[in-house]
C-alpha cells in the first residue's frame, strides 16, 4: 500500500508538472490571441478608413461625370393641371369631378392597361440637354409608330424634331451613363446591353421593349447598391430613377 501510495503521488507530481505547461501555453495562447484582436481591430478600422476614401472618390467621379459628360436634370413642361383649369372656369364644379379630373391626369393607357404615373404632364427628366428627354411615364410609342412607318414610308426622314429620335438618343446616353457607373462604383450589372443598343433605326418593338427592361432593370440594381430611397424608385422611370441615383443628396452613393 505503501509503495502504491508513492506510485501515486509521483504520478499526481507529474500531472501537476504537465498541467502547469499546460496554463502555461494557454496564457501564452491568449496573449496572442489579444495581440491578433488589436491587430484586427487595427485593420478593420484601417480597411473601413479606405472604404471611405474610395467611396469618397467614387462619389467625386460621379458627380464630375454627371455634371460636365451626362447632366441629368428636370425639365419643368409648364402644363397646368386639367382639373385646376376646370374648376376656374365652373365654380359649380364640385370636388369629386375635381378629384376626378386629377385622377384621370395621372393615368395614363400604356401597352395595354393603365399605369399610375404622379409626374405625368408636370416635368420630364433630361440627359446631356434640355432637348434630351423621355416620357415620365414610360410611353414609347412615339418610337413604334416612327418605326412602322419607316417600314411603310420609303425615301429619307427629313424630320429632325421626330421625338423618336429624342427617345432613341435618351435611352443611348442612360445605357452608356449606367455602363459607367458600374465600373466606378464595381458592381457588376444583372443584364448585359451594349452601348449601342439604341442606336439602330430598325428595332423592332419586342427587341425595343426588351432593350428598355434591361436597362431599367440594371438602372434599378445600381439604386439597390446604393441605397436610394424605395420611395423614390418606379420601375418606369428610367431617367428619373437615375437622376435619384446620382443626385448629391444620396447619401451612401460610391459604397
Known amino acids: 500500500d505503501t509503495e502504491g501510495l508513492l506510485r501515486i503521488k509521483e504520478e499526481n507530481q507529474k500531472h501537476y508538472r504537465r498541467a502547469q505547461r499546460h496554463q502555461d501555453k494557454k496564457e501564452k495562447i491568449q496573449r496572442h490571441n489579444r ?13 473601413k478608413t479606405q472604404h471611405e476614401h474610395l467611396a469618397n472618390l467614387r462619389r467625386t467621379h460621379i458627380l464630375e461625370l454627371t455634371s460636365v459628360i451626362f447632366p441629368i436634370e428636370e425639365v419643368k413642361t409648364s402644363m397646368r393641371d386639367p382639373a385646376d383649369v376646370s374648376s376656374e372656369s365652373d365654380n359649380a364644379m364640385t370636388s369629386s369631378t375635381v378629384s376626378k379630373l386629377a385622377e384621370a391626369r395621372r393615368t395614363t393607357y400604356l401597352s395595354g392597361r393603365w399605369v399610375c404615373d404622379d409626374h405625368n404632364g408636370d416635368t420630364s427628366i433630361s440627359i446631356t440637354g ?15 409608330n416612327w418605326v412602322e412607318e419607316k ?15 429624342t427617345i432613341s438618343a435618351a435611352l443611348c446616353y442612360a445605357t452608356q451613363l449606367v455602363n459607367t457607373l458600374s465600373l466606378i462604383l464595381d458592381v457588376n450589372l444583372p ?14 418593338r419586342h427587341r425595343f421593349t426588351r432593350a428598355v427592361k434591361k436597362l431599367n432593370a440594371n438602372i434599378l440594381h445600381l439604386c439597390f447598391s446604393q441605397h436610394v430611397n424605395l420611395d423614390l424608385l418606379h420601375p418606369l422611370h428610367t431617367l428619373r430613377n437615375l437622376m435619384y441615383l446620382v443626385s448629391p443628396d444620396t447619401e451612401n452613393l460610391g459604397r
Open 130 to 144: 434640355p432637348w434630351i428627354t423621355l416620357p415620365n411615364n414610360g410611353d414609347y410609342s412615339a418610337y413604334y
Open 35 to 47: 495581440r491578433l484582436g488589436d491587430l484586427v481591430e487595427k485593420k478593420t478600422y484601417d480597411l
Open 191 to 204: 443584364k448585359k446591353l451594349c452601348n449601342r443598343q439604341f442606336c439602330g433605326e430598325n428595332l423592332s
Open 151 to 165: 417600314k411603310t414610308t420609303q425615301g429619307p426622314d427629313m424630320e429632325h424634331n421626330n421625338p423618336a429620335y
